[in-house]
């Protein structure tokens, strides 16, 4: 795939922040990308050695003046159950401050409600004359991070009392693994 200079230098600048962080995971695959990685952001792990971190991802589509820095979610098994339980009425009000949230966060956002799952994305245009500044870049990843961090803390709030703790245990934290676009 052929990529300008300008998106060759962008891909570079884009890595090195990521490198420079210690937080890169790997190369996205590029079939409909000039590039992408995936990387965990914030650095650092728990006392336990597990990565505090949660995989997000940036990538520039191919015949696009942007990039895309996202993160997804996947709402654990048990906090589905949960979900679930409450009446169909305070389930969709979940839903609906979790919009209302990103809306005012001014934010891009989509859901799989039938999936259980929502994808966190900001945009940034690549100007041709004007480079992306790695304060820029971490700006927006730590706004889509904090929003993503928001709708766990306001989905246990809905759930309060229908979770056993030990049932907490036993699940995966909201996965963020998956992505609506690559």
């Known amino acids: 795939m052929f990529m300008t200079n300008e998106d060759q230098s962008t891909k570079e600048r884009i890595r090195g922040f990521l490198l420079d962080e210690g937080v890169l995971r790997k190369r996205l695959p590029t079939k409909k990308l000039d590039f992408g990685f995936q990387f965990t952001f914030p650095p650092g792990n728990q006392p336990s050695g597990q990565p505090i971190g949660k995989n997000m991802a940036v990538f520039k589509p191919t ?4 990039i895309i820095i996202e993160i997804g979610t996947q709402i654990s098994e048990v906090h589905q159950k949960a979900l679930k339980s409450l009446n169909k009425e305070k389930m969709m009000r979940y839903f609906m401050d979790l919009r209302k949230f990103f809306l005012i966060k001014d934010v891009y956002f989509g859901f799989d409600l039938e999936n259980f799952r929502y994808k966190i994305s900001e945009q940034i245009f ?9 304060n820029m870049f971490f700006k927006a990843v730590r706004k889509i991070f904090n929003c993503a961090i928001y709708s766990n803390i306001l989905l246990a709030e809905y759930v309060s009392g229908k979770i056993k703790p030990e049932d907490i245990s036993k699940s995966e934290d909201f996965s963020p693994g998956f992505s609506l676009y690559t």
Not at 63 to 66: A, C, K, M, P
């Open 63 to 66: 015949n696009q003046t942007f």
């Open 126 to 134: 690549v100007e041709e004359d004007t480079a992306i500044s790695k």
